[in-house]
């Protein structure tokens, strides 16, 4: 598979808010969460990776093992309770995310040495592209 690693800068970001609609996240945290430059950070240690997205204003970070299903909680996101499983899907890192939002999930992948990620939830995709630090 693909290597992800490393530390990555946002370049474009497209319906970030259709996306936060979706998740019911409040007008007041859209209009913060959409000036920010978010940054990402992946990481692998052993068989697990570790992704922090950063800001100044908040951090997000989640880790997990391939193929593995784990409950992740989405603190400072939408702060819901989710059952998620990380597998790769040819060349793209996929995480499903099952909970009370349909469709919910992600997908990473490298194109012409920049990271693309695809945030899914309920028809709304949000696609942010990244470029190596
Ligand atoms: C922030 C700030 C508060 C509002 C929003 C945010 C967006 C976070 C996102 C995180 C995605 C993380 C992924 C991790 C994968 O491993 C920055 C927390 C909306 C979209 C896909």
Redesign the pocket.
Known sequence: PANLCGTWDIISNVN?EG??VALG?SPQ??K??LK?K?KKVIEQQGDEYI?K?T?T????T?SFRMGQEFEEFTR??DNRNVKSLVTWEGNKMV?EQIGEKKNRG?A?WIEDDKLH?D?FCEGEV?SQVFKKK
């Open positions: 970030l996306y936060m996240i945290l859209r913060i969460a920010l978010l992704i997205t800001s204003f908040r951090n997000y989640v400072g996101l995480c992600w990473h990620l945030l949000c």
